[in-house]
């Protein structure tokens, strides 16, 4: 190829790389959408307090570099090995390389685009920061903050690649991409302004490259230091993990590793809810459609990586990490509760929330939009059924995630068992039920999958930290008090909590009664837009019908 269209080459590949991340809402979310909103929230937690009365530093100031640093990681390791990885298992990559554009450029496409969607994330953090909560933006540092921000996001590329070309299947590199950076975000400490975890958490971290860009960030963006902001050392440390993710993609490379993916049976089989009725002569009994439905939802759920990783390894991975770095989970935080009890329970609610409210509901939605669910109207296969396994298949997963927390976390902390695990219990199963049917009441009325999505994790996401899941012990503004207790988030999580104090709490009728006010209206908007859809598709079938039975007229 001519050197002078290398790069017009370049920059097509890198537009085209970039459109398609912008249009998958998860990708947004996450990379863009979840530090700036995580900022904008930590932030009115805390209060935004001036911690240097001289100087006018605020709590943002170190806010603001760990979480800008987080969205680069998300979208420069975590989404590009999951997208290389993808295309990999399903051909497009190996169908890329036969084409006239070079390897190199759809490999640098790749980058470039993770690269830009990172720098996205920062900017948007750091402009918010100064227009709205008095970031400051030492000039002095600028020059290392870009050497720093570059630096560590090609080497975090070079690192996604070489996970997505040695690892053998699309949910493997999904859970591992996802499962360290999670970690190493908790333990680099990019979600706190402040904190001691343990000493050999501290020194883990440091061994990794993300704790290095986070302090060059952090400390180049602190007025109260002076010099240039280059950390030589830091730096070295990012480029040497940056050589060793490239020399393995590279290698990866040319031995073909890249054409010949492991087969992933869990990638793109999806059995449509029709697979799930019996085949035999006459109508099954109700039950056995409805066992059946259970199975096939569950199956959905389980192949879905991405699903499985959020809504159970993800609290998993939160229980046994926030407690450890803030003291321990046996710490006494008031009204008989403790630490490693607290997000037990509220890691088990945000799980089921996961699992209820956003993956299930995506799952019915994508049936839809492939047609599945006007199909099943032709089958024995009521509309009511089938909606009720998909709500108790959703229930079972969560369950098996509230199981597996409470043995985490009990085996970790060595924590008793609360006197009030029924009250507990029952409240959890009336939540993941209503979240599952608030979350399918959504999908009724967002046609897009990728929409329902959008929605479903956009809403669930910031009501996470307005209602006491992933913090404990702050005082919300005014306004966002009012908010979170109107949605049934906050009031789930609370009673959880108090179901697993060590002191008796009197029984959560008022949590309860708003849980089930919110699921009753779901059933309304869930009973009205299907009989509507019914009634649509019944008079254009007629409408069809009487098209096919005039007879034509000659012309």
């Not at 343990?198 to 704790?211: C, I, V």
């Amino acid at each position: 190829m001519n050197r002078n269209a290398a790069g017009p080459v370049l920059g097509r590949q890198i537009r085209h790389e970039l459109v398609s991340l912008m249009r998958t809402p998860l990708t947004m979310i996450l990379s863009v959408g979840f530090p700036l909103l995580f900022f904008i929230l930590l932030a009115a937690l805390t209060g935004n307090a001036v911690v240097d009365e001289r100087a006018g530093v605020r709590v943002v100031q170190f806010l603001a570099p760990g979480l800008a640093s987080f969205g680069v990681l998300m979208a420069t390791f975590s989404f590009l090995a999951s997208g290389l990885s993808e295309a990999r298992a399903t051909g497009v990559l190996k169908r890329q390389t036969s084409t006239p554009l070079p390897r190199w450029a759809l490999i640098g496409g790749r980058i470039g685009a993770a690269v830009l969607l990172g720098l996205i994330a920062v900017t948007l953090v750091l402009s918010v920061g100064v227009f709205f909560y008095d970031l400051q933006l030492p000039g002095r540092s600028l020059f290392a903050v870009a050497v720093n921000l570059l630096l560590s996001s090609f080497a975090f590329a070079a690192l996604g690649i070489a996970l997505a070309l040695l690892l053998p299947t699309p949910a493997m590199v999904v859970a591992v991409a996802n499962g360290f950076a999670i970690v190493l975000s908790f333990i680099s400490g990019l979600f706190t302004a402040s904190g001691s975890p343990p000493q050999w958490m501290d020194t883990a971290a440091w061994f990794f490259p993300l704790k290095h860009m986070a302090t060059v960030f952090s400390d180049a963006l602190n007025p109260q230091l002076t010099g240039s902001g280059f950390q030589w050392d830091h730096l070295a440390v990012i480029s040497l993990w940056g050589i060793g993710g490239a020399a393995a993609s590279v290698w990866a490379l040319r031995s073909g590793r890249e054409r010949n993916p492991v087969s992933d049976p869990t990638s793109h089989v999806r059995a449509s809810a029709a697979d799930a009725v019996p085949r035999r002569a006459g109508r099954p009994p109700l039950w056995v459609l409805f066992v059946g439905q259970i199975a096939h939802a569950q199956m959905v759920l389980w192949r879905d990586a991405s699903s499985v990783f959020f809504a159970i390894v993800f609290p998993l991975l939160l229980v046994a990490i926030i407690p450890t770095i803030n003291g321990g989970g046996d710490l006494d935080v008031g009204g008989g509760l403790l630490l490693g009890s607290f997000f037990a329970a509220t890691m088990a609610i945000y799980g089921a929330a996961v699992t209820s409210f956003v993956n299930m509901p995506q799952n019915v939605s994508e049936e839809r939009e492939r047609g599945v669910l006007k199909r099943t109207r032709a089958t024995p296969l009521p509309t009511g059924v089938l909606l009720a396994g998909r709500v108790v298949a959703a229930l079972v997963v969560s369950l098996l995630t509230l199981f597996a927390i409470a043995l985490l976390a009990m085996g970790m902390f060595s924590l008793p068992v609360p006197p009030g695990w029924p009250v507990g219990l029952l409240v959890f199963v009336v939540s993941a039920t209503g979240f599952a049917i608030v979350g399918l009441a959504v999908a009724s009325l967002v046609h897009s999958a990728q929409a329902v999505l959008g929605v479903t994790l956009g809403t669930l996401l910031p009501l996470c930290f307005i209602s006491d899941i992933f913090v404990i012990g702050v005082d919300l503004p005014d306004v966002l008090d009012a908010v979170s207790w109107f949605f049934p988030l906050r009031h789930a999580s609370r009673a959880m909590t108090d179901s697993v104090s060590t002191i008796a709490a009197p029984f959560p009728w008022d949590h309860l009664g708003v849980i089930l006010a919110w699921a009753a209206v779901g059933v309304v908007v869930i009973a009205a837009r299907f009989r509507s859809e019914k009634a649509n598709h019944t008079r254009a079938a007629a409408t069809a019908r009487r098209r096919d039975s005039t007879p034509a007229t000659a012309g």
